[in-house]
């Protein structure tokens, strides 16, 4: 059974960094294919996603949000990390962790030919977190 | 770059039909694939619809996905619908450039 968890603080200052962690079972973060990634979603709005890394420590960023984010993994431990730096009120929101998963098709990976872009398969419950002073 | 633009919200009675679009501003529609996920309030998002038209096991077949080049966009359209297809609905895409978008989401009534 394919299930991840977030955790992380509940409440950040403003100018801090914010440190989640994504734990992971029912799948390897070391096998072809899987990429997890983070997505949050402020009070009332829309998803957004921010970063993304695949099995192979392959790394990709929002580029609106790139120089605030670092993605990391620790296969070992089953986690990924995602470190925000300087937060804002903007920044208050639930943030989702989420399983991408590409095959081989043919002889290559099926997401990287067109059509692209493997989804969001598995998500976690999410954690709220709220900056304020 | 692009954005996906979706209905703010839609409204539809219980048995009827109804089709949300999911309009990409730039690059061909079909370059990359949309997914649709529904997400009800307190919850996370679930998959209905991956890669323009496939629905994952368990979603029944009133969910169904496309797409137009035409009109450069993509469709979730529900059919019989239900009380409790009433959630938001989010598209989402993948730009050339190595990351994910989603749609603004539609908030769907079924009253």
């Known amino acids: 059974q394919v299930t991840l968890k977030e955790s992380g603080p509940s409440l950040v200052k403003p100018t801090q960094t914010l440190t989640l962690t994504c734990t992971v079972s029912?799948?390897?973060?070391?096998?072809?294919?899987?990429?997890v990634g983070w997505i949050r979603q402020p009070p009332g709005k829309a998803l957004e996603w921010l970063a993304l890394i695949y099995w192979d420590d392959d790394k990709r960023y929002s580029p609106s949000l790139s120089s605030r984010l670092t993605i990391s993994k620790d296969s070992s431990k089953d986690r990924v990390v995602l470190t925000m730096t300087n937060v804002a009120p903007l920044d208050t929101g639930t943030y989702y962790c989420a399983r991408t998963l590409d095959s081989i098709v043919g002889g290559a990976w099926m997401y990287s030919v067109p059509p692209l872009g493997p989804y969001f398969d598995y998500w976690g419950q999410g954690a709220l977190v709220t900056v304020s002073s | 770059n692009f954005i996906l633009t979706q209905p703010h919200s839609m409204s539809e009675s219980p048995g009827k039909t109804v089709t949300i679009s999911c309009t990409r501003s730039?690059?061909?529609?079909?370059?990359?694939?949309v997914h649709w996920y529904q997400q009800r309030p307190g919850s996370s998002p679930t998959t209905l619809i991956y890669d323009d038209n496939q629905r994952p096991y368990g979603v029944p077949d009133r969910f169904s996905g496309s797409i137009d080049s035409s009109s450069n966009s993509a469709s979730l359209t529900i059919s019989g619908l239900k009380t409790e297809d009433e959630a938001d609905y989010y598209c989402?895409?993948?730009?050339?450039?190595?990351?994910?978008?989603f749609g603004g989401g539609t908030k769907l009534s079924v009253l």
């Open positions: 029912g799948f390897s973060l070391t096998t072809g294919g899987v990429g």
């Open positions: 730039s690059g061909d529609i079909a370059s990359s694939y």
């Open positions: 989402l895409s993948y730009d050339s450039d190595s990351f994910w978008v």
